[in-house]
């Protein structure tokens, strides 16, 4: 019996599909993601790159979402969360976090989600459990040496800039008709706005972007 592998993934595919880019700028990243997992045997580690405000964990959420649907993992897997900013300078207490018992048995069979990896120095955990990093693009030669020569997967996420005009008309819709069933009401934007929303720098990219319109 021959089956069709594309066929087979199509209800999985509607997990990305909520993710503005799927066809677009995050098309790889998705194809990357999908072929990795691919084997479930094996000890899957990634790597997101990216600026603040891309992106990163929305995109780790929704990983998880996937992995639970191709049934990878348990429907109670859990998404663990550390991020490094808040041991800089503290980074034994992060390995002894990471090591501990209580932890390796919370994330078990889940995905581990480390972010600002590139803030500390932090060598790879072996566990049950998909491993994933996050770090600036920003990167310096000692990050590379250590991180991007032993990754399964590496992911570049792109700025706000660097996605098209419809992508970030979809942000701001989507941003808009949520805050729309928030308050029970519909919004009128005026031309002039609608343009400086889809054209004005932000420097924070799509987090900015979205508190922006909330805020306006």
Do not use: W
């Not at 995905?111 to 990167?139: A, R």
């Not at 032993?150 to 805050?179: A, G, H, Y």
């Amino acid at each position: 019996r021959l089956i069709n592998l594309n066929q087979s993934n199509e209800k999985y595919d509607l997990v990305f599909q909520k993710m503005i880019g799927c066809n677009d700028s995050l098309k790889n990243a998705i194809k990357k993601v999908k072929s990795e997992l691919i084997y479930p045997d094996k000890k899957h580690m990634f790597l997101f790159i990216g600026s603040s405000g891309v992106g990163k964990s929305f995109f780790v959420q929704t990983l998880i979402e996937y992995v639970k649907e191709r049934k990878m993992v348990s429907k109670k897997a859990q998404l663990l969360k550390l991020n490094c900013k808040y041991y800089m300078n503290h980074e034994n207490d992060l390995i002894d976090v990471i090591k501990s018992a209580a932890l390796l048995k919370q994330v078990e069979d889940g995905i581990m989600f480390v972010d600002n990896v590139h803030l500390i120095s932090l060598q790879s955990k072996e566990g049950h459990f998909i491993l994933v990093f996050s770090s600036d693009k920003n990167v310096d030669e000692d990050f590379r040496k250590n991180y991007l020569e032993c990754m399964n997967v590496i992911i570049d996420i792109p700025d706000l800039m660097d996605r098209s005009l419809n992508e970030r008309f979809d942000i701001m819709k989507n941003t808009l008709q949520k805050e729309s069933q928030k308050i029970d009401k519909n919004f009128i934007i005026d031309a002039e706005v609608l343009l400086c929303l889809l054209l004005y720098h932000c420097e924070r990219n799509i987090k900015q972007f979205i508190n922006d319109i909330k805020e306006g």
